[in-house]
DNA sequence: CGTTCATTTGAGTGCCGTCAATATAAGTGG
DNA sequence: CCACTTATATTGACGGCACTCAAATGAACG
């Protein structure tokens, strides 16, 4: 019942569907599991046989160079369903793992192809949700190439806020987000000194505060000017 | 004949199709256009009703911040669809250009959607190039937020190797890719100063040259080692 | 053969990285 | 509940990669 509640709010908020649609996702079979903190679910060059549904809790996606430096290349929320790209391309390119301690569900990729087959409703609804995830990278590469450092954080913390608010897990200008400035560091390309820094000016600034794990923007007007944050490519309203 | 040649080359490369399915592609009706050098196809905000095909030449997607600065998000090569998830997000989130004089194919999307439900290998073909996309974005994540600048043109300059070498248009250690040092810098999130630096760099350590459009490779290996490509990412063979 | 675009190089600056040390918070065992 | 350990946050000093500004050279094009 909560299993499939996290994944029908992000497949609605992805397209209309009808009773026919909701059943056949209540009946998916998904075999729940409770993991640790900073535990690895899929790594690069597995070859997976399911996708995972993030139910409770924070997943990250990352990828890391020769010499070790990590890319974080998302943080994902309840309801998201961070590879499912392996549906199609069957050897990761990168790795998964729990962010703080999760109740994910492991759904068979027989059982979604099944699924997609019946119901081409949902299978289009799955395919936007993966092109949505390409849109947020193509936000993330201009981010990091073309902004500076406050910018690509002010960028961050509202594509987060926004994202939570979808998913009714951030009311107001306040939300919470478990990490720590280091992986705030390995999402946006920056040292971890560094992001100290940042967060500090805009503390200073009165545009955000971030304290153990709760974030509380504090002018959104001037963080969104800040970031040029525009949630166009999030591309939450399934009818455009 | 040459419209449907290029587009069956990479959904040859998606997939394995039968007699069925490359007749339903040849069949598609594709309206051809030719394009100068430096025009928009479509832009930010737009609604696109079709997906545009590069049939010969270069197209280049980007995105721009609110100061004007430009961020390539990619640069494609005959057999590509650029704009391929217009077919599902129905509001572009940044622009596609035309990069050097080119012929494009305009597809609609009504007869992309009738393809994909007629024959649904296709249709997973189509869903599996957008998700090399989105591999490809999250390579570009990881080199633009943990490579230096060096690191990143080496990578650049490979990646467009092997895709070129994919369609049968990088010979050898050589290949034509006419852009200007100004596209890589917004390619690669550089200044046109840096990149000229960094150009000169490679070419003094005997490692790449680029002179009006033509790329030579001069030591493979090293520039490998150096950009830490690995083609695992471009998910280059089907059966994977 | 002049105009324009692209490339190249130098000088100076600054954002951000590294190194290092301290402070604070969180967690653990006695 | 308090020592002890460890993780996270914070701050300062210093250095370097890459940016900006500016000017010169070279290539392309009508």
Redesign the pocket.
Known sequence: MELTSALLTKLRALAELNDDDVGAIQSLPINMRNMPAGQSIVRQGDHPTGCCLCVEGFLVRWKATVTGKRQIMGIHIPGDIPDLQSLHLHVSDHDLSTLTACTVGLISHAALRQLAHDRPKIADALWRDTLIEAAMMRERVLNLGQR???QRAANFFLEMRSRLAAVGRAKGNSFHLPI???HIGEAL??????V??V??ELRNNKLLEMQ?GKITILDERRLTDLGEFDSLYLHQDPSL
């Open positions: 500076h450092a406050a720590t400035q280091q390309g920056m040292s971890v000194v560094h100290n820094r967060l500090k153990r």
